[in-house]
């Protein structure tokens, strides 16, 4: 994800301060990592550097004193034309599950410890734990709209792992076969 | 992540006596061989998936367990009974007071109201009219179609409809529930909501509910899954395997 145009984002609504700016990030996106304020910062000083973003005063109110920031034009414009990009339908899916299956199949023949029908079998296994703990999360009764979509998001995406190793499984002889066959 | 305190212990954990079990079943339709040997075991206010591909006899071990169906060979526990076995006219008083069933398709009576037929299990067991109605009505609101008590079966969404059975399923409170592809004809939203009523209330209430599924998503719900495979249970993975692995531990 762009967090140089996330924090675009955040901006569009006024000044803001750099912790804000982090606090705000994780409470609009639960599921994600949280915002290091040292990225936050980095982030911010790339910004003003590129000229999306400039400098609106500084806040002291007691504490250390605080940069605000605020959205330029150019700013905005960058952020609108990120909007409307298409994001790529992922067009080099990494699949370490498949890696392992391949793999464990040549081991196997050569007579390594391996067993890839029943590593699919764990995988599935840890696949539904995860499953279960965001069912239950999304499923409290005080949770917000971000999280369940957030949680939905990743649940979506291992129930599309979980058919794959489904079929998978049920075809491992054949790709035995496929594999072994010189 | 924080689990509800109601959850059951994991495979290593102590289990408590099953309310159900099925040991060792069997059954045949024609040369099909439905289950060969399926065992598996419902703990009290437990929710259970049995996940499998079609033809993988989820179904079949369902109808055995809720005595729907009688199996060839093996045995139905319930709360320490043989279920298998029992009368015809016997295992129907059970169903109709100690279990509750859904259907893919909630198979309401259409010529009834919403009310009436969550009203009905309980007529059929002699509540009064009155005190029937309060209930079902209490038990609609709990799945949220309370608004819906007079429309008719054609006039819900497939949604709605789905509630309206799962309220039915549950007014009597029954002490197991049966879904069998509860959420099958529904999209992903109204399934959502389906079953988090469903589970709601079970947990509330202590009800152990067998659903059957071929969607992860809907078993995720559950405290653990079964999978079976040509009619028999895909056997645990070693489950310290799977932690050593997702650990990330070298062999």
């Excluded at chain 1, 081991?107 to 069912?135: I, K």
């Excluded at chain 2, 102590?14 to 024609?30: D, E, N, T, V």
């Excluded at chain 2, 067998?210 to 079976?228: K, M, S």
Aim: hydrophobic share 40%.
């Amino acid at each position: 994800m762009s967090t140089r145009h996330v924090l675009l984002g955040l901006l569009a609504g006024g000044p803001s301060h750099g912790y804000d700016l982090k606090r705000r990030h994780d409470a609009r996106f639960p599921g994600a990592r949280p915002l290091a304020y040292a990225q936050v910062y980095t982030t911010l000083q790339r910004l003003v550097r590129d000229g999306l973003v400039e400098v609106d005063g500084t806040d002291a109110d007691g504490g250390p004193e605080r940069t605000r920031y605020r959205s330029t034009e150019r700013g905005i414009r960058e952020l609108t034309g990120w909007l409307g990009e298409i994001t790529p339908p992922a067009p080099h899916v990494s699949n370490e599950i498949f890696a392992k299956v391949v793999v464990g199949i040549l081991a196997a023949a050569a007579g390594e410890a391996a067993d890839p029908a029943g590593h699919l079998l764990a995988q599935r296994a840890a696949h539904m734990a995860r499953m279960r703990e965001l069912t239950a999360v999304k499923t409290a009764a005080d949770t917000d709209l971000a999280t369940v979509l957030s949680a939905d998001y990743a649940l979506t995406h291992l129930d599309a792992d979980l058919r794959w190793m489904t079929t998978t499984a049920a075809r491992i002889a054949a790709l035995t076969e496929e594999i072994t066959t010189p | 992540m924080n689990n509800s305190p109601s959850r059951t212990p994991g495979p290593t954990g102590p289990r408590r006596a099953p309310i159900l079990a099925a040991h060792a079943l069997s059954k045949s339709y024609g040369a099909t061989e439905a289950l060969r040997g399926a065992s598996v075991e419902l703990t009290a206010g437990e929710i259970l998936a049995l996940t499998g591909a079609s033809g993988s006899g989820k179904s079949t071990l369902l109808h055995c367990m809720a005595g729907i169906v009688e199996p060839d060979a093996g045995a139905v526990t319930y709360e320490g009974r043989r279920l298998d076995g029992l009368p015809e006219h016997a295992r129907t008083l059970l169903r109709r007071t100690d279990f509750g069933v859904v259907f893919q398709f909630g198979q309401l009576i259409p010529e009834l109201t919403a009310r009436d037929n969550v009203a009905l299990p309980l007529l059929l067991a002699g509540v009064r009219r009155q005190a029937a109605e309060q209930r079902a009505d209490a038990c609609l609101e709990r799945f949220g179609v309370r608004g819906q008590a007079a429309s008719r079966p054609g006039e819900l969404s497939g949604g709605q409809a789905q509630r309206v059975a799962m309220a039915r399923a549950l007014v009597t409170e029954p002490k197991v529930i049966f879904a069998d592809e509860p959420t099958g004809a529904l999209d992903s939203l109204a399934s959502e909501q389906v079953l988090t009523a469903l589970v709601h209330t079970a947990r509330e209430a202590g009800t152990a509910v067998l659903v059957v599924t071929h969607d992860a998503q809907v078993a995720a719900y559950a405290d653990r899954e079964v999978q079976l495979r040509d009619g028999a249970l895909v056997p645990e993975p070693a489950a310290a395997t799977a932690t050593a692995r997702v650990a990330g531990d070298e062999h």
